[in-house]
């Protein structure tokens, strides 16, 4: 109230401001917000972040120069206007809190957006997977990224090797491309997984990222297949769809050991992000290494296949073989690319769904 007219909010935004006026002698963590304003729905870290704007708004703070809502960083927000009245209502024993606000102020207006909610699981899913798969491509990129750049300059360096040093940005562009491409299939899988029920979260966590996976693998298998048939003649048994099924389980196996359960759209790690990315990355790992010894190859022994086939490129990964003691590129060099592969992978991939943004005052 103003001047005796009421000052519209939306009630949720009520329900906050009453928490944090009750709670103002410590700074209220978020995750108990989340709790006590939006126990009944599942929303998104920006949904709080708009509601202490709007708040902001209405009571006329600043949040440079806060005389209401302070910003805890890495944990909450904090009521740190000191005059505070309460009045025992007539009617009832609770008591309600009254802040003064500066007349001159004009009421804020209320958010044409509708809450960011989505309260079916269907919708969670949806939601999940649109806000975070991107997340998760970048992740898986940049893993590949790194990956085919440091193996194409470990190639070009190792002994006897034809290949020159500007192979390793075509290797880093190829990872790249493969990395974004499964992160995006295995991350939409994983986010979506997180809307299902505690009860049944290891099994959504296993089967929609290998869904994800085997479903993205399976059409770069036919591109990839069509390309090589159509633009230099090679018939070659190129992989894809398997690798990515196998890759996805296990991505979902290493994430379901090293995450509790999601907390308002983020999964929580069981101790440092890195530690969970890691569990992540070392099964994703002995994914790749079961498939190479299976006589599925990733990318790198898939690239040796095609160099080998192709005469007179420079492009084979026979040096690597050579530079740890093999006659060519055999079972155990191949074996140890692809759990680099997967591992790498995996670590990206975690790390990207895992991580959680700082959010602005």
Known sequence: MREGREVPLIPRYFDLLLLLI???????????????????????????????????????????????????????????????????EEDSATAAASIPVEPR????????????????????????????????????????????????LILAAAPGSAAPIAIAPVLAVIGGGCGALGGAGVGAGLASAEAAEPSRRSLALILAPALGGGLVGAAVEWLARWGLASLVGLDLDVGGGVEGLVIGAAAGVGFAIATRRADHGLPVPRGKTLHAALITAACCGLAGLALTLSGRPLAGGTIHAIASAAHGSRATLAPLGRLIGEPDFGPVSGGILAFGEGAVFGLGLAYGLIRRRREGP
């Open 105 to 152: 102020l004009e009421p804020a207006a209320l958010p044409t957006a509708p809450e960011d909610v989505i309260r079916t699981p269907l919708g969670r899913a949806a939601r999940f997977a649109a806000t975070r798969w991107g997340a998760a491509s970048a992740g898986g990129a940049l893993a590949g990224i790194a990956a085919g750049g440091f193996g194409g």
């Open 22 to 88: 009750e709670r103002r002698r410590e700074a209220v963590h978020r995750r108990e917000i989340f709790d006590r304003v939006w126990g009944d729905v599942v929303v998104s870290e920006s949904a709080l972040s708009q509601a202490v704007r709007t708040i902001r708004q209405t009571l006329g703070d600043d949040s440079r120069e806060p005389r209401f809502i302070r910003t805890v960083s890495r944990h909450g927000y904090r009521f740190v206007f000191p005059d505070v009245i309460e009045e025992q």
